[in-house]
Nanobody, 119 residues
Framework: QVQLVESGGGLVQPGGSLRLSCAASGSIFSANVMGWYRQAPGKQRELVAT???????NYTDFVQGRFTISRDNAKNTVYLQMNNLKPEDTAVYYC?????????????WGQGTQVTVSS
């Protein structure tokens, strides 16, 4: 089993910054993909960014140049640095971990952290 605990959300003004953290514990395994997703009210959950255990990153178009994903494998923690935040970035942000063990894919979600961008 894997547990994911997010932190770092909050209220910020447009143009501001926040840094989200997600700490993983349990049967993580060294090879995995961690990522951030978000879900705004009335909308489907959508991908924000992912990073592999080897450091390969993937961003969705609407955060390119504003958000940076990183991870500390020694701490089993993934981060999302969010700069130049816009009101449309308001959402619950979820951490996800994907792993494959003996050919079986597993995925785990955190409980989510609220990010509100408003003046």
């Amino acid at each position: 089993q894997v547990q994911l605990v997010e932190s770092g959300g909050g209220l910020v003004q447009p143009g501001g910054s926040l840094r989200l953290s997600c700490a993983a514990s349990g049967s993580i395994f060294s090879a995995n993909v961690m990522g951030w997703y978000r879900q705004a009210p009335g909308k489907q959950r959508e991908l924000v960014a992912t990073i592999t255990s080897g450091g390969n990153k993937n961003y969705t178009d609407f955060v390119q140049g504003r958000f940076t994903i990183s991870r500390d494998n020694a701490k089993n923690t993934v981060y999302l640095q969010m700069n130049n935040l816009k009101p449309e970035d308001t959402a619950v942000y979820y951490c996800k971990l994907d792993k494959v063990v003996l050919g079986i894919r597993y995925n785990y979600w955190g409980q989510g952290t609220q990010v509100t961008v408003s003046s």
